[in-house]
């Protein structure tokens, strides 16, 4: 399970909306100014996310989370994206090549974009149809804090 700390910004009947932080350990690396990924951050920012996550916990406006989702659900999910896309463009392209190697370059490439095409129509497809299925949905695993009404907007743990 992947684990993310979150603060919940709105509750639903059996889910919350939570606002996860975009978090780098780019701070702690000893390559830390010759780190691509180091540079990423910073042009990016702190930036926010926001999530519909299951809860089966109840928690209530200002709780703060622990929202976890399955490896494997996060492993084919990403390879859905990437990988599948990718594959297409380059299964159909070598097609043509193959079965018809007279054909010009720009033929090729039509047919590689054709693959890419179908490709990300498929995860568009894919993603429809995991978008209900509870296996493919952060939940909220545990409260780590409750809102502190004594303290305007302060958290205690």
Known sequence: ????????????????????????ACG???????????????????????????????????DEVMVGIAESALV???LAIYLVPLLALVVCAGTVQVLWPGVGEPVVILAG???????????????????????YQPVILRRLSIPDPRADGVFAP
């Open 1 to 24: 399970m992947i684990e993310e700390r979150a603060r919940v910004i709105s509750v639903d009947h059996g889910h919350a909306w939570v606002e996860t932080q975009r978090q780098s």
């Open 28 to 62: 702690t690396c000893a390559a830390n100014k010759g780190c691509g990924t180091s540079v990423l951050a910073k042009v990016l920012g702190n930036r926010r996310s926001r999530v519909r996550a299951i809860d089966p916990v109840g928690v209530r406006l200002g």
């Open 76 to 78: 084919r999910g990403s």
């Open 113 to 135: 974009l054709a693959g890419l095409a179908a490709g990300l129509a498929w995860v568009r497809l894919f993603s429809r149809r995991i978008s209900s299925d509870p296996r």
